[in-house]
């Protein structure tokens, strides 16, 4: 029998204390109940900037994140989808198991991410709580999430009052996912005072987690047992992280803190500790203390976008980590809630005054020019006046809102505190029931609308102070731009709702924040060209829908970003090259609520020129009037007769392409080349056919091909490649038809290679991914036993043909769908098939009343149908190897 010195120390730690444990009681210890042994806790701060347009409510098009639409779409293809369905494979490459890591992470994620996940992949979003249900059923009711201060505002530096939200609207948001009050809170960059300790224990928040840097000093908590002690001075990091600390107010209450361990966490962000998972546990292993301690906690923290995104892959890590080498080195994968339960502090910590995780000089990264964030020629001057000017900025929209609060709610800032419940449901029923628990009395339609316009000008004000804007080198980054933009909103929604002017005092502030780049000079200029532009009206609301309505088809009814868009009245009519549309639109926001009666013409001369006017609706005589008058200009054929009838009209102010959303331009650019893209398409493919023989003699004598027919050839065989894929995705009954698109879709793939050609088929990858998984779930879910064999062999031929075509196919959604059915389905059928095999062979005729069930398939199918496994890099061995 092995002892516990010929362990590693850190085995041999947790063995000696299950045994004085045993010895004592007579019985062993559960892990869960009593704290005993070693264990890891691997935190995760999930987190994205809020990124929406603050006019329409929704993330625009970020060119720098291609290609994917924007940044939380690219991490979240990186890194938070694949956490949720972490792969564990076998030294063949194949999946022997599928791992939901947040099961096993402790993590936040920030409010703002969290709002995105859940409108943009909810199968994520489902399996992230469903994650901390399974973690508090496993970890005696603690699950694995915890709240963050709501949109990452580095709280030394936030007033009071926005303390106060930010936690309060952490927690409502936290607790209306996940179903229960948050036991811990993560603070933006762990910002911390004492001031936030205060508001935190207020809040009933019990635990935080903090950087060893951030403790001062540290002793035991004396008791019956242990007299006070000196305090041991820890501020260069060497607080002990193995165990939680409480930490005292000054009114005797307090709140508990656990430290990570540094080290080891720098390592996981910097170094290649993720890179293999045996190499991660050994370097958990060597924080494990040897002191014959009965528990001790091994925690890391690190950004959550470590896994997957920062460092490819390495989720695959941590799901092999915390399945199969934590539980094989005895050690017990819990949260700090979780341990705090069952280990409460011994000991209590002084931490600094101020202090962060990512800034050596305190708070200094998100005020004044201190180095942090920096590098090179540019300096960040900038941070000091860009704070000074938001903080001008708050106070006066704080007054304005009080002042003006006062005459709608009963109190103006305990509504702006219940304000979140709004923001995670807009539908009219729930904001009337807040406007109705708040109003000191009946509130008007137009008293309704300001109420909430003050509370999204509170909202943004909160905005303009994340963080993300003042931690990187240059005022006029996406980051720092965007918090202008919350800003602006902020001062435009004061002006509507109180008359107040607030923006040519926030501009002078802002021009004393100089760029470092020539072109802006200072934040002024920055405003001016990166911001104003960004505004959006009414009327552009209503331009951007009656230049697109050429090209779509509206219902009466229809939702653009965040307006709902009423068609009152819509006429069109084209003659020769021109097309001119007018309209009658009411547009309302379900933000504010507040809306606008618009009329509109717009003329297409053809091409990319439009013209398109918006006024105010006059009444049904101006509008009947406005209308006969453009369509009698249009009658005469004559562009420059329409537009002056519609500037006469309408008044000078007109609208362009240029002045649609960016991403509805972007279509409508598409739709406009398509005619010139096809016609050119066709004059290619003319001169490919052509020059075949020709193409084919240079590539055979190894010479050098004039460019212009190898890019014929590129382009005709693209576009026949996209032209054949449409009609395969459109066949979906007749096999044979089938089959010929495959065999005309492999042949263009052996020409190209034959041609050397690179096929432009950008959209072929996605459209071949998703016939794949529609052709799996069929077979696996809706299939028909007599064409099983044809069902499996397209899915094949699809999978070759991606091969074929260097499409990279990404078959992720397919292993998982597999994997599932092989848990729930395939593999009992084949328990199945296996237990009536041995029945049959034994001939035990006592035995034929426990022949188990019919299955769904035969043998031969299963064999079928575990192949197709071994397709798409599934570990089927076991079951192919039993199977008779």
């Known amino acids: 029998m092995t002892s516990a010195a010929d362990l590693p120390a850190s085995q041999a730690v947790a063995i000696d204390a299950l045994i004085k444990f045993t010895d004592d009681t007579g019985i062993a210890p559960d892990s869960l109940q009593t704290a005993t042994g070693v264990y890891v806790t691997v935190h995760g701060h999930f987190y994205q900037p809020p990124r929406e347009n603050p006019y329409l409510d929704t993330i625009e098009r970020q060119p720098s994140a291609t290609p994917f639409h924007d940044w939380n779409e690219r991490i979240h293809h990186e890194c938070y989808r694949p956490n949720a369905f972490a792969r564990v494979l076998n030294d063949r490459g194949e999946v022997v198991g599928i791992v939901n890591n947040y099961e096993y992470l402790s993590f936040n994620i920030g409010p703002t991410l969290m709002s995105w996940l859940e409108r943009y992949d909810v199968e994520v979003y489902q399996r992230i709580l469903e994650a901390d249900r399974k973690s508090a059923e496993r970890l005696n009711g603690h699950g694995n999430a915890i709240a963050q201060v709501y949109n990452h505002i580095i709280m030394p530096l936030a007033n009071e009052r926005d303390k106060y939200t930010q936690i309060r609207w952490g927690k409502e948001d936290f607790r209306s996912r996940f179903g229960r009050d948050p036991e811990g809170m993560w603070l933006a960059e762990t910002a911390v005072d004492y001031a936030t300790l205060e508001a935190l224990v207020a809040e009933e928040i019990k635990f935080i987690i903090l950087a060893p840097s951030q403790a001062e000093r540290c002793r035991p908590l004396p008791n019956d047992d242990q007299p006070v002690t000196q305090w041991l001075e820890v501020g260069g990091s060497q607080i002990d992280p193995t165990r939680p600390y409480r930490c005292f107010l000054a009114d005797g209450k307090y709140i508990d803190i656990f430290f990570y361990d540094g080290p080891i966490s720098r390592d996981m962000g910097f170094n290649d500790v993720l890179s293999y998972s045996p190499h991660f546990l050994g370097r958990l292993g060597q924080a494990v203390r040897g002191d014959h301690r009965p528990a001790q906690l091994i925690s890391v923290a690190t950004d959550g976008e470590t896994f997957g995104h920062h460092k490819g892959g390495t989720e695959k890590c941590l799901a092999y980590a915390f399945t199969q080498e934590i539980p094989n080195r005895g050690w017990t994968v819990t949260n700090f809630a979780h341990y705090l339960s069952i280990n409460p502090p011994t000991w ?427 052709s799996l779930w069929q077979v696996l879910h809706d299939a028909n036993p007599d064409t099983l064999k044809f069902d499996i062999y397209r899915i094949e031929r699809l999978i070759e043909l991606g091969n074929q075509l260097h499409l990279e196919l990404c078959l992720d959604r397919c292993q998982e769908l597999y994997f599932s059915s092989l848990q729930t389905r395939l593999a009992p059928q084949c328990q199945l098939a296996i237990q009536a095999q041995l029945i049959s062979e034994n001939n035990d005729v006592g035995e034929s009343d426990k022949l188990p069930s019919k299955t769904d398939w035969d043998t031969t199918q299963l064999r079928q149908l575990l192949q197709l496994g071994e397709k798409l890099a599934v570990d089927v061995s076991h079951w192919l190897s039993q199977l008779p």
Request: include cysteine; aromatic fraction near 10%; glycine fraction near 4%.
């Open 348 to 774: 209590e910590v002084v931490l600094k005054p101020v202090t962060a995780w990512s800034c050596a000089h305190g708070v200094e990264r998100w005020q004044e020019d201190c180095g942090c964030g920096g590098g090179g020629a540019w300096n960040q001057k900038w941070r000091r006046p860009l704070r000074d000017a938001l903080d001008w900025l708050r106070d006066r929209l704080a007054k304005v809102y009080e002042e003006t609060g006062r005459q709608l709610f009963r109190d103006p800032w305990a509504a702006r505190d219940e304000y979140i419940k709004v923001i995670r449901d807009r539908s009219p029923a729930n904001v009337e029931s807040f406007l109705d628990r708040h109003r000191n009395h009946k509130l008007s339609p137009a008293e309704q609308i300001d109420a909430l316009r003050l509370l999204e000008m509170q909202r943004h004000a909160l905005l303009m102070y994340t963080s993300c804007g003042w931690f990187f080198e240059e005022l006029s980054r996406p980051e720092g731009v965007q918090i202008l933009r919350y800003a602006s909103h902020a001062l435009e929604l004061a002006g509507d709702v109180a008359g107040v002017q607030l923006e040519k005092g926030f501009l002078r502030r802002l021009a004393l924040a100089p760029s470092n780049v020539d072109f802006f000079k200072t934040g002024l200029e920055v405003y001016r060209q990166l911001v104003v532009s960004a505004q959006i009206s009414f009327k552009q609301v209503a331009a951007h829908y009656a230049i697109s309505s050429l090209f779509t088809s509206y219902p009466q009814q229809q939702r653009l970003y965040c307006y709902e868009a009423h068609q009152l009245d819509y006429q069109l009519q084209r003659m020769g090259s021109l097309t001119l549309a007018v309209g009658q639109l009411r547009l309302v926001s379900e933000i504010t609520w507040e809306s606008s009666h618009l009329v509109f013409a717009v003329l297409h001369l053809g091409g990319w020129d439009f013209h398109c006017c918006i006024q105010p609706f006059a009444g049904r005589r101006a509008y009947s009037k406005l209308k006969d008058k453009v369509f009698d200009a249009l009658k005469q054929a004559s562009a420059a007769h329409a537009i002056l009838a519609m500037n006469q009209m309408f008044g000078d102010q007109s609208f362009s392409l240029q002045n649609l959303f960016p991403e509805e331009r972007h279509r409508m650019m598409g739709l406009l080349s398509q005619e010139t893209l096809t016609r050119l398409d066709q004059l290619y493919t003319q001169v490919y056919r052509d020059n075949y023989g020709v193409l084919m003699a240079f590539h055979r004598d190894e010479l050098s091909v004039p460019q212009e027919l190898q890019v014929a050839a590129e382009i005709a065989l693209s576009n026949r490649c996209l032209c054949s894929l449409r009609s395969l995705e459109q066949e979906t009954s007749d096999p044979q038809m089938v089959f010929n698109h495959l065999a005309e879709l492999e042949a263009i793939a052996t020409e190209a290679q034959h041609l050397r050609c690179q096929l432009k088929i950008p959209e072929a990858r996605q459209t071949l991914e998703q016939m794949i998984l529609r």
